[in-house]
């Protein structure tokens, strides 16, 4: 009994683009699923130690207006005398006390960086200066 619908010598020609498919949707689901699983881990931190918290006093701001005057705090310098003034200000604080300054506009960029040299040379590292931008 012979089978004259099978034939030994057929080679059989494989479709895999349904295959592909099916593949790329599932890649694509993926994708778009992963970054939406949170994943949780319990975790507990260790105790810190019973240190001060840092507060605002720790940061030394200074404001110039358009006439040149200095405010630090509650004491209004001004722009001649400011070098040895802060100098005297500064020997109260820790050289790693953050230093920002604020200053109007209508200032000359060279006063402003008058007033950050001097910060710099009485040792503090930390100056910033401080824009509404």
């Known amino acids: 009994m012979e089978n004259s619908s099978f034939n030994w010598d ?7 683009t349904p295959l ?27 105790k810190g130690s019973k240190t001060q918290k840092v507060l605002d006093e720790s940061i030394i701001e200074i404001r110039i207006d358009k006439k040149k005057n200095i405010y630090i705090k509650d004491s209004i310098y001004s ?23 604020r200053a109007d506009e209508g200032i000359v960029y060279g006063d402003v960086i008058f007033v950050l040299k ?3 040379e009485a040792g503090f590292l930390k100056a910033s200066l401080i824009t509404n931008g």
């Open 118 to 120: 001097t910060i710099k």
């Open 79 to 101: 722009y001649t005398n400011f070098t040895d003034n802060f100098n005297l200000f500064a020997n109260k604080y820790d050289k790693d006390t953050e230093v920002r300054i």
């Open 20 to 46: 592909v498919d099916i593949m790329l949707v599932l890649l694509a689901i993926l994708m778009v699923t992963v970054p939406t699983i949170n994943y949780k881990e319990d975790i507990t931190l260790a």
């Open 10 to 16: 057929d080679n059989p020609d494989l479709n895999i």
